[in-house]
């Protein structure tokens, strides 16, 4: 019984230590500068604009509040609608991550209320 009890606290431990590290593992490290590259060759721009701003054939990408890593991967590995799938031999796992990277750093836009243009009566 005491056996039983120490093995269940064992995994218990280490439960909880995977769970403390898994924010950290679910968004790997990745390269802006390569990832925007990559984002404009194979064309996610054409359809979420240069900045990942969204447009006429595609969301709003990025910058915050984006999906979360593991989403945004699993979305562009198979997508559910019309946008076309990038499989492994397209986009590697790190380059998946520099995308990533690229559009978490896009600037947010100026609130409306600094923009004189738009609070003219
Ligand atoms: C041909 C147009 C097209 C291209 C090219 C394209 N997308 Fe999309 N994407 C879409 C559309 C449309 C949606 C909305 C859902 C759907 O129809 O699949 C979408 C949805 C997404 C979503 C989910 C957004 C959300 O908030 O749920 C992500 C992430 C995404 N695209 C990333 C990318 C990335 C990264 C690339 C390049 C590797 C790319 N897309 C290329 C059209 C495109």
């Known amino acids: 019984m005491r056996m039983l009890i120490n093995a269940a606290v064992v995994v218990l431990i280490g439960l909880a ?5 898994a924010p950290a593992a679910q968004t790997p490290a ?5 990832g ?14 240069g900045q990942g701003q969204g447009g006429a054939a ?3 990408l990025g910058p915050a ?3 979360a890593y593991r989403a945004f991967a699993t979305y562009v590995r198979a997508p559910r609608a019309e946008m076309p799938p990038y499989t492994l031999k397209v986009v590697s796992e790190q380059q998946m991550a520099d995308i990533y990277a690229f559009l978490t750093a896009r600037p947010r836009p100026p609130a409306v209320q600094s923009i004189p243009l738009l609070n003219t009566p």
């Not at 230590?17 to 590290?21: C, D, G, I, K, V």
């Not at 990745?30 to 390569?34: E, I, L, S, T, W």
């Not at 925007?36 to 604009?49: E, N, S, V």
Request: net charge positive.
């Open 17 to 21: 230590s995977a769970f403390a590290q």
């Open 30 to 34: 990745g390269n802006a500068r390569d």
């Open 36 to 49: 925007q590259a990559l984002y404009m060759k194979i064309g996610c721009y054409q359809c979420h604009g």
């Open 58 to 60: 595609g969301p709003r």
């Open 65 to 67: 509040p984006m999906l």
